[in-house]
């Protein structure tokens, strides 16, 4: 998104993609080895206990013989980009300045494919610090579209995903995303908009709106992070990368009859957007 090597400078473009200057200097320390330890111990009772928050984390932790405060587990929480799940006045904050869009699910019945997908983000531990899983999911089937591994939580990765899903598998009548600000960035919204697709945001009163793309969260982290301990992002991209190939050729899912993403994406045929 930004070239270092333009005429214009760096600033300018930072100005004009409503992205923060400051962002763009940042060097990324790295994280303290019992840090680390103790986030991925954070990790996996989050998945379990979704509306668990920092007080309750801590007293889990503090169960395990680990000796720590609410505030530092608040602070860990916050650079996982994890956050409980429970209904809430619309405390979910974008950047300042960025649309938010309403929530467009609430009674609607998804039928068929190619109807509603979704997008989320989540942290995944590796041996040395974390990386982040991006990945579109077609609603109805459950079926994994797109899917990006980024060091960072910028927006790039999560462009890259959500240009993918339709070029692929054609253009869903509604978007949904939390109000995160990659997901709320002029940067993003502007890819469906022009391909003339519904953008909804999670907000008030949808506090179990992302609890699909959260069940695959849990399949992934579960199943294939957990038992490794990633050297490398491109030993990480790959490995994921066969782990959700199985999920979509053939991991059953009892909500599906039994079916898998695939076979349930399949059965009915997506009705593709017309150009």
Same mark, same amino acid.
């Given at each position: ?18 992205? $923060?200057? =400051? ?6 320390? #790295?994280? !303290?080895?019992?840090? &680390? @330890?103790?986030? +991925? ?50 405390? $979910?904050? =974008? ?6 869009? #309403?929530? !467009?699910?609430?009674? &609607? @019945?998804?039928? +068929? ?163």
């Amino acid at each position: 998104m930004i070239d270092r090597g333009h005429t214009l400078p760096v600033g300018r473009q930072a100005e004009l993609q409503q992205l $923060s200057r =400051s962002g763009l200097y940042y060097e990324p320390r #790295p994280v !303290l080895a019992a840090d &680390l @330890a103790i986030m +991925r111990r954070i990790d996996a009772p989050h998945l379990d206990y979704p509306f668990v928050g920092s007080r309750m984390l801590r007293d889990l932790l503090r169960g395990e013989g680990v000796a720590i405060g609410r505030g530092r587990v608040a602070t860990m929480i916050r650079r996982m980009e994890i956050a409980a799940l429970y209904r809430r006045p619309n405390t $979910s904050k =974008s950047a300042p300045g960025h649309k938010i869009y #309403p929530y !467009l699910l609430r009674g &609607l @019945a998804v039928e +068929r494919p190619t109807q509603v997908s979704a997008m989320d983000i989540t942290c995944i531990p590796m041996a040395r610090g974390f990386v982040y899983l991006a990945a579109v999911v077609d609603w109805f089937s459950r079926r994994v579209l797109a899917r990006r591994l980024s060091i960072t939580m910028e927006v790039e990765c999560c462009l890259e995903a959500v240009a993918e899903a339709p070029a692929r598998h054609g253009r869903p009548e509604i978007f949904n995303t939390d109000q995160g600000s990659q997901f709320t960035s002029a940067a993003f919204t502007d890819l469906p908009l022009e391909n003339a697709i519904a953008i909804s945001m999670d907000g008030r009163g949808s506090w179990r709106a992302n609890v699909f793309v959260e069940q695959l969260w849990r399949s992934v982290k579960y199943e294939e992070v957990y038992p490794r301990a990633y050297d490398s992002v491109s030993e990480a991209r790959a490995s994921i990368g066969r782990c959700l190939s199985f999920y979509n050729l053939k991991r059953p899912h009892s909500s599906l009859d039994g079916r898998t993403p695939d076979q349930a994406y399949i059965d009915d045929p997506p009705r593709l957007a017309a150009a």
